[in-house]
């Protein structure tokens, strides 16, 4: 099973700041990775496909890096809006063994 | 509108079954591969279950052997039969639509459902 490794638990940024929000895998998955964004009591929202592709509507301060096994999510100027959890998703291979991240919680500083 | 609905949640007893559905409008239905996600209260995403577009499916060991997904496409629906349920088992569980075709990986999940709350306690 891929492991997924997501850094930091919790990180604390202030509106108009930038986030960068991290997530390892165990071993590679080429671009095969998805960034979701999830407000309390909502469904996941698909933000970034491919490691780095903006899902149908999402703002352009959200921006993927990454392949093989390290990327990152960047969100360049908070807004009140943003503050939310953010869960890394490998896809690599098919037939599917799909893994998450533990996700990162993003607060307000 | 594209849209998923799920239901059939509830509170069942650890060892009882349950039957999820999930009701797919404004799209091909048929074309896409779905899938069951759930999350444990105040925990991270865990996928459960997959059928392709051939109606093959996929489970993590987790569930393998206990759960069952179908697909109706005349219906537009998503299934997921639940057996032997657990305490573990308790969590919000949701659909999701990835798109197919994208072999030898899978997809990301693009569309999901609000999700269906199911409680294993005795």
């Known amino acids: 099973e891929i492991v997924m490794t997501q850094s930091p638990a919790t990180l604390s940024v202030s509106p108009g700041e930038r986030a960068t929000l991290s997530c390892r895998a165990s071993q590679s998955v080429s671009s095969n990775l998805a960034w979701y964004q999830q407000k309390p009591g909502q469904a996941p929202r698909l933000l970034i496909y491919?490691?780095?592709t903006r899902a149908t509507g999402i703002p352009a301060r959200f921006s993927g890096s990454g392949s093989g096994t390290e990327f990152t999510l960047t969100i360049s100027s908070l807004q009140s809006e943003d503050f939310a959890a953010y869960y890394c998703?490998?896809?690599?291979?098919?037939?599917?063994?799909?893994?998450f991240g533990q996700g990162t919680k993003l607060e307000i500083k | 509108e594209v849209q998923l609905v799920e239901s059939g949640g509830g509170l069942v007893q650890p060892g009882g079954s349950l039957r999820l559905s999930c009701a797919a409008s404004?799209?091909?239905?048929?074309?896409?591969?779905m899938h069951w996600v759930r999350q444990a209260p105040g925990k991270g995403l865990e996928w459960v279950s997959a059928?392709?577009?051939?109606?093959?499916?996929f489970y993590p060991d987790s569930v393998k052997g206990r759960f069952t997904i179908s697909r109706e496409n005349n219906k537009n629906s998503l299934y997921l039969q639940m057996n032997s349920l657990r305490v573990g088992d308790t969590a919000m569980y949701y659909c999701?639509?990835?798109?197919?075709?994208?072999?030898?990986?899978?997809?990301?999940?693009?569309?999901w459902g609000q999700g269906t709350m199911v409680t294993v306690s005795s």
């Open positions: 404004g799209f091909t239905f048929s074309r896409y591969d």
């Open positions: 491919r490691a780095s």
């Open positions: 059928i392709g577009t051939q109606s093959d499916t």
């Open positions: 999701a639509r990835a798109p197919s075709g994208s072999y030898p990986s899978g997809d990301a999940f693009d569309i």
């Open positions: 998703h490998q896809y690599n291979n098919w037939p599917p063994t799909y893994t």
